[in-house]
C-alpha cells in the first residue's frame, strides 16, 4: 500500500494514533505535514521519521483557534507543493454532566476541536484534494454509536456521533470531485489518551479495560495507524462515507 511522492497531513500527531499514522504513512513512502500544540512531542516524531530520510514539516499549532487552523492547509501546500491525504485525527475528551450544569461547557471545548476544526480544515483542503484525487480520514470512535455508561462522556460522545454523520455528508459533497471521505472508529486505545485528557492514570485504566474486552486486550495506536492507511491508499479507492471499526469486540456487548 505505497504512498510514495504522496503528501499527507496529520492533526495531532505529537502521540498517540496521530505520531503512530505519521510514522507508518512516512515509512510507506509519504511526505508527512505534523501539526499539534506540543512542539516538544513534535520533534520526537519528527525524529522518528527522519531516521527513514524523510523530512517531515512541523506545524505547532492549536487547531481549536480558527486563526491557528487557518493556515496548517497552506503551510502543506506551500512547502511540498500539493496535498494527497488529510487524516483529522486530532481530539479531545472534556467530561460534564447536565445535572452538574457543565455540559454545555465542555460540549463547546470538545466540539471546537472534535467537530469544527474538522469541517475547517477539510474545506480548506478539498480545493487541493481536487487536484490530486485525494482523500480524508477522520479518526472518530466507538463512542459515535453508543450511550455512555458514564454521564460525564455526554459531550464526547455526541461530537462523535457529529463526527461520523459529517464524514458521510462530506463523503457524498466530495464525491463530484473525487475525493473520498472515510472515517476510522477505534475502541479503547493501548495509548496515553486518558492521561492526557486528564481522565486518569492511562496505564491503570488501559489495564481495566483489557479486563472486559472481550478478546482480552486493547489495540495499541500501530494497528489503529494499519486501518488509516488502508482507507488512504489506492486499495481502498472504492471505499468513501465508511466508518471502520476497529474495537476488540467492545461493541458487541452494546
Not at 35 to 47: E, I
Request: aromatic share 6%.
Amino acid at each position: 500500500m505505497s504512498l510514495i511522492n504522496k503528501v499527507v497531513l496529520v492533526t495531532g500527531a505529537s502521540s498517540g494514533i496521530g505520531a503512530a499514522t505519521a510514522l507508518l504513512l512516512a515509512k510507506e513512502g509519504a511526505n508527512v505535514a505534523l501539526v499539534a500544540r506540543n512542539a516538544a512531542k513534535l520533534a520526537v516524531v519528527a525524529k522518528q521519521i527522519e531516521a527513514l530520510a524523510k523530512k517531515p514539516l512541523i506545524i505547532q499549532a492549536d487547531i481549536s483557534n480558527e486563526t491557528e487552523a487557518s493556515t496548517v492547509v497552506s503551510k502543506t501546500v506551500d512547502h511540498f507543493g500539493k496535498l494527497d491525504v488529510l487524516v483529522n485525527n486530532a481530539g479531545i475528551e472534556v467530561q460534564g454532566t447536565i445535572l452538574n450544569g457543565d455540559a454545555l461547557e465542555a460540549y463547546d471545548k470538545v466540539m471546537k476541536l472534535n467537530v469544527r476544526a474538522v469541517i475547517q480544515l477539510t474545506t480548506l483542503a478539498a480545493p487541493f484534494l481536487a487536484k490530486t484525487k485525494g482523500n480524508i480520514v477522520n479518526v472518530s470512535s466507538i463512542a459515535s454509536t453508543l450511550t455512555s455508561k458514564y454521564p460525564t462522556g455526554l459531550p464526547y460522545y455526541v461530537s462523535k456521533a457529529a463526527l461520523d454523520h459529517f464524514t458521510r455528508c462530506a463523503a457524498l459533497e466530495l464525491a463530484s470531485i473525487g475525493v473520498r471521505v472515510n472515517s476510522v472508529n477505534p475502541g479503547p486505545v493501548d495509548n496515553e489518551f486518558p492521561t492526557n485528557n486528564n481522565l486518569g492514570d492511562a496505564s491503570v485504566i488501559n489495564q481495566e479495560r483489557a479486563k472486559i474486552s472481550p478478546l482480552g486486550f486493547l489495540a495499541k495506536s500501530e494497528e489503529i495507524a494499519d486501518v488509516i492507511l488502508f482507507l488512504a491508499s489506492e486499495k481502498a479507492r472504492s471505499v468513501t462515507g465508511s466508518s471502520y471499526f476497529i474495537d476488540n469486540g467492545f461493541l458487541l456487548k452494546g
